[in-house]
């Protein structure tokens, strides 16, 4: 990526050297120190985290349904119940990563990966067509279309017709001429 924005190259990327990154959260008294988890969070867990966090669990809005997940318990040190997985999307690309496993794809054309990250983290060899991965990558793209299916939005739905957001607001904003006149 360019400048710090590791989502802005072609094919748009979704490895981990761009999508993980740490989250560190400080409160003194609340949050010992040296607290450390390594549970898969994405950025619509923070909603009902803080809420739960600050006693207002109940706050969380019912519409649209959202995919976040609490992860506050594991703030203390507690264990807690999760799947660690998480979802990803970026204009024509999506990902799903857990654990071990990440498949990533691309509408219309692809191209698609499916890296087995405990064992290649550098995520240096494309599993995609290799017959013996077969069954991982289609249960991973299922997982993937099911979550997207659940909480995407139609209007920006890529994969069912929909437009992009970053079209809608970076092409079909208003055109706001400057105040002086541009040179030839």
Same mark, same amino acid.
């Given at each position: 990526?360019?400048?710090?924005?590791?989502?802005?190259?072609?094919?748009?990327?979704? &490895? $981990?050297? +761009?999508?993980? =990154?740490?989250?560190? %959260?400080?409160?003194? *008294?609340?949050? !010992?120190?040296e607290t450390t988890s390594e549970i898969?969070?994405?950025? &619509? $867990?923070? +909603?009902?985290? =803080?809420?739960?966090? %600050?006693?207002?669990? *109940?706050?969380? !809005?019912?519409?649209?349904?959202?995919?976040?997940?609490?992860?506050?318990?594991?703030?203390?040190?507690?264990?807690?119940?999760?799947?660690n997985e998480v979802f990803y999307e970026?204009?024509?690309?999506?990902?799903?990563?857990?654990?071990?496993w990440k498949y990533i794809e691309r509408?219309?054309?692809?191209?698609?990966?499916?890296?087995?990250?405990?064992?290649?983290?550098?995520?240096?060899?494309?599993?995609?067509?290799?017959?013996?991965?077969?069954?991982?990558?289609?249960?991973?793209?299922?997982?993937?279309?099911?979550?997207?299916?659940?909480?995407?939005?139609?209007?920006?739905?890529?994969?069912?017709?929909?437009?992009?957001?970053?079209?809608?607001?970076?092409?079909?904003?208003?055109?706001?001429?400057?105040?002086?006149?541009?040179?030839?």
């Amino acid at each position: 990526g360019f400048w710090g924005m590791g989502d802005h190259t072609r094919p748009i990327t979704a &490895y $981990d050297g +761009m999508l993980q =990154v740490p989250l560190i %959260l400080r409160q003194p *008294g609340r949050i !010992p120190e040296e607290t450390t988890s390594e549970i898969l969070v994405s950025t &619509y $867990d923070l +909603m009902p985290t =803080v809420l739960s966090y %600050l006693d207002l669990g *109940g706050q969380m !809005p019912k519409e649209p349904e959202s995919p976040g997940r609490d992860f506050s318990g594991a703030l203390s040190g507690e264990p807690i119940p999760w799947k660690n997985e998480v979802f990803y999307e970026f204009e024509n690309t999506r990902a799903i990563r857990t654990d071990e496993w990440k498949y990533i794809e691309r509408t219309p054309y692809g191209p698609d990966e499916l890296y087995h990250v405990s064992e290649d983290p550098g995520e240096e060899t494309n599993l995609i067509h290799h017959l013996d991965r077969r069954e991982t990558g289609k249960e991973l793209r299922a997982r993937l279309h099911e979550f997207f299916d659940r909480y995407a939005d139609p209007r920006y739905d890529l994969w069912k017709g929909g437009g992009s957001k970053t079209k809608l607001l970076v092409f079909d904003a208003k055109v706001v001429e400057p105040p002086f006149e541009r040179r030839q």
